[in-house]
């Protein structure tokens, strides 16, 4: 975060982010990505975050619920009664804190991804969109406790120069330039996932080398293809 001095966002853009962010939520319940009270999503807002919040299922959630916090966990601005910022925050906090470029992180508990994730299992080059994440593979942080400042620094060590990392017996975490960025790569991970596992099923996937997954890269950036044509982060963005 910046160390000088700005103004929070006005209260229509407060607003709004606050309804991108309840939408996001209730997209990732719908599709399966996460079930009751499981993941937490989180927006750059102003010197802080708006995040969501703990114990609340998605379908319950309302803009009002959301809590603004600072990057130590301090209120921004008055909670709703009884509610109090995910158990993730710090995470939250501080990937955004060391990352400038991203807007927006997503933490889910999908099937597929969880389930790698339980064997402590990166995801490999066995497909060109692994590429999606930022290189060519999907790192799996090592376990920590939920909510622990040792799981954020194992989280923010699995995203060196990544978008997406898995969560030893946890789930994934993805960041975007916006959150609807962060959120279709939320997919692409629980995706990949399941085709990873599915391969598996024959034996271990013959896997693609650097050198192709360099090509892919590039070509991704040169037709401006998914999450590797974001430019800086400039907002939340649209979640339809």
């Known amino acids: 975060m910046s160390s000088s ?17 309840v939408a996001a939520a209730r997209r990732l319940g719908a599709s399966g990505l996460n079930q009751g009270t499981a993941g937490n999503l989180s927006v750059r807002w102003g010197e ?54 991203v807007a927006a992180v997503v933490h889910s508990h999908s099937i597929h991804a969880t389930a790698l994730a339980c064997h ?17 593979d999907i790192r799996c942080a090592g376990y920590a406790t939920f909510g622990s400042q040792e799981l954020s620094d ?13 969560l030893a017996h946890h789930g994934q975490v ?17 995706t990949l996932a399941h085709m990873y596992l599915q391969a598996l099923q024959l034996g271990e996937p013959p896997l693609l080398s650097l050198t ?12 401006r293809y998914g999450a590797l044509a974001a430019g800086p982060a400039t907002g939340a963005g649209a979640v339809g």
Do not use: K, N
Not at 66 to 90: F, K, N, T, V, Y
């Open 212 to 223: 192709e997954m360099e090509r892919v890269a590039a070509q991704m950036q040169l037709r």
């Open 154 to 166: 194992l989280t923010l060590a699995a995203l060196q120069d990544r978008q997406a990392c898995l």
């Open 48 to 101: 802080g975050l708006l995040i969501t919040p703990s114990s609340l299922p998605s379908e319950a959630m309302e803009p009002e619920d959301l809590l603004a916090i600072d990057c130590d966990g301090h209120p921004l601005a008055q909670a709703a009664p009884g509610r109090s910022p995910s158990s993730e925050w710090r995470l939250h906090a501080d990937v955004l804190r060391s990352r400038p470029e």
């Open 5 to 21: 001095s700005e103004p929070p966002p006005p209260a229509a853009a407060e607003q709004h982010l606050r309804q991108q962010l």
């Open 120 to 136: 402590g299992r990166d995801i490999p080059p066995f497909h060109y969109m692994v590429v999606q994440a930022g290189g060519p």
């Open 174 to 190: 993805t960041v975007g330039a916006s959150l609807a960025q962060a959120l279709a790569l939320a997919v692409e991970v629980e």
